[in-house]
Every structure is written in C-alpha cells, then in structure tokens.
C-alpha cells in the first residue's frame, strides 16, 4: 500500500466482539496497533455505521467499517502455492470455485491457508486494494464449509463496480443444496431478519429486529426423506441460506450447527454449493452466466438417496 485508501467493509460473525484498533490490526498489520488507535482517535479516520468510534469499540456483527488508511509501506499476508480452481477470469477480475473447508479471508486469529494466501502467490499484489491487504480483490464470502464460486476484482474499478451489482441485486447468486425433510411446495420465499442468535453466540438466528435477509427458493428433486433444491439469494447474510432452512425445520444436510447432522454418511462439509453467478463484465457490460456442476458431496448424497 503506497498512497492513501479507504477501507469499507462488513462484519462478519466471526469478528463480532473484538475490539476495532485489534481487528484493524490484524486486517493491516503493515500499521503499528499504536498508529492505528493514533488514527482512531483522530475522528474521521475510523466510521463505524458512519459514526466516528474509539479503539476500544467492541464490533458488532453487521457493522459497517469505513477507515482511511494514510500512506504506508506494503506488507503482505504469507502467501501460498494452494492451486486454484479458476472458471472465469479477464483483465478485470476471476471466479474462483473455491473448496469446502477452506477459509475466504484470514481472520485475526487464523492467517494461513486461505484463499487470499492462495491468491497472494498466483497474483503477487495484482488485486483490488479497496479492502486492504487481509481482503485483497475480495467481494464477498462463503462459509468455511460452503464450496463454490466467489468474484475477485483486480483492480479498485472493478471492485467498486462488482461491489455496487452485489449492492443493488444486479449481480445474481444461485445454491444447491439439500435439505432435511420434503418441502411440499414447489417453490417459495423466506423473508425473516438474521442477527446473531441471542443464546448460542457462536451461531446467527430467525431474529424479530435482524438484518432484512430473503432467500428464494424452486424444488429440483424430492426423496423419501430429503429435498434437493436451488437457492437464490436476495440478500447475504452470515450463514444466511443455512440459517432460513434451520428455521423452517428443513436445514441443510450435514450442517451440524443448525441441525442438520447426518449420521450415516461422512461430508466434507455442508450439502451446499455457490453453484451459479451472473453478473454483468466491469468494462464491457456483457452479461456473464457460470455455472458448475455440483460438488462431490452433494453428488455422493444425490447417488446414496437415488439409489434407497
């Protein structure tokens, strides 16, 4: 980083309750945490929901961070020889379809191993720095245990752009999964708010007050005890589509924090899959349409189900 930028993020709810000179650190550590809290104090610098903050605030899931970064020497994250799985990429961005189990972006206590490390080495620097050097290109995010595709920008012009299409809907983002029980409809909508579940901590809830969530919804193939489904999402919360099927007591096969433990068969993760992305090229306008088959552990359920 060799100029002045702006950061503007969200929280994720991994994030929630550390403390915002920390998480900053963490997320630009080329900055003393001295500097940082020097910056914060200041005012402007450091907007939380657009009001200026202290060091020691306590982050919340869903606030939104805007900080200015001063001019400062660059100092990247490790980076790493993970291969990536590349199904679209141009001069202004890729789509990667990255692997359940692994991580989108460092966190502050977990800093290797993840797709930005993994990008770091196979793009040495040549990413969107809008969101600093801890989210270098990243726009969005999927769960740990979630596989599938997610856009990169490598430029701070189609950052802004890409950004902007997530924002206003235009950009459009398809799931697959597979669901316990046998939705009787065959397509529908859930609209109930997401926040942070007001007993267990760790996991996000149906919560009266939340963030406005919506997931749309079509039925591909209902079995005996399960339903295979398409997903759309309206808006993306943490844990969102896992969280609205838990709520109609139809969650996702093999999400053991909200239910949905299988005990007969081993997963890698979840039976859910980012599977399809439409979203209109930075430059150029152009429609583009990707769409990948499902993974293998949804595959592996589908033949399990079709076959008893």
Request: without cysteine; proline residues 4%; hydrophobic residues 35%.
């Amino acid at each position: 980083m060799n100029k002045s930028e702006e950061i503007s993020l969200e929280v994720d709810i991994e994030e929630e309750g550390t403390r915002l000179d920390v998480f900053l650190s963490a997320l630009l550590p080329e900055i003393s945490r001295s500097k940082l809290q020097q910056l914060i104090k200041e005012g402007q610098n450091a907007l939380i929901n657009g009001k200026p903050s202290k060091s020691g605030y306590k982050l919340k899931y869903a606030d939104e961070i805007f900080f200015k970064i001063p001019e400062t020497e660059p100092l990247s994250l490790e980076a790493e020889n993970i291969p990536l799985d590349i199904r679209y990429e141009d001069e202004d961005m890729l789509v990667i379809n990255k692997p359940a189990g692994m991580l989108t972006h460092p966190t502050s206590t977990e800093k290797t191993h993840t797709l930005v490390n993994a990008l770091l080495y196979h793009y040495q620097g040549n990413l969107s720095g809008i969101n600093g050097v801890m989210r270098p290109g990243i726009l969005h995010r999927l769960d740990r245990e979630t596989s599938g595709l997610l856009m990169i920008a490598k430029n701070d012009f189609a950052h802004k752009f890409l950004a902007n299409l997530i924002k206003t809907r235009t950009a459009k983002r398809y799931y697959l999964a597979i669901l316990h029980g046998v939705l009787k409809e065959d397509s529908g909508k859930i609209d109930q708010p997401i926040d942070r579940h007001p007993i267990q901590r760790h996991k996000m809830g149906a919560v009266e007050g939340g963030k406005k969530a919506v997931t749309h919804w079509k039925v591909l193939e209902r079995f005996e005890k399960y339903t295979f489904i398409e997903a759309a999402l309206e808006t993306g919360r943490t844990h969102q589509i896992r969280v609205h099927f838990s709520y109609i007591n139809h969650p996702v096969a093999g999400d053991e924090m909200y239910g949905g433990k299988i005990n007969r068969i081993k997963l890698n993760g979840q039976a859910l899959q980012a599977y399809k992305l439409s979203f209109l090229k930075p430059k150029t306008k152009e429609n583009v349409t990707i769409e990948i088959e499902p993974d293998e552990d949804i595959k592996k359920l589908l033949r399990i189900l079709k076959s008893d």
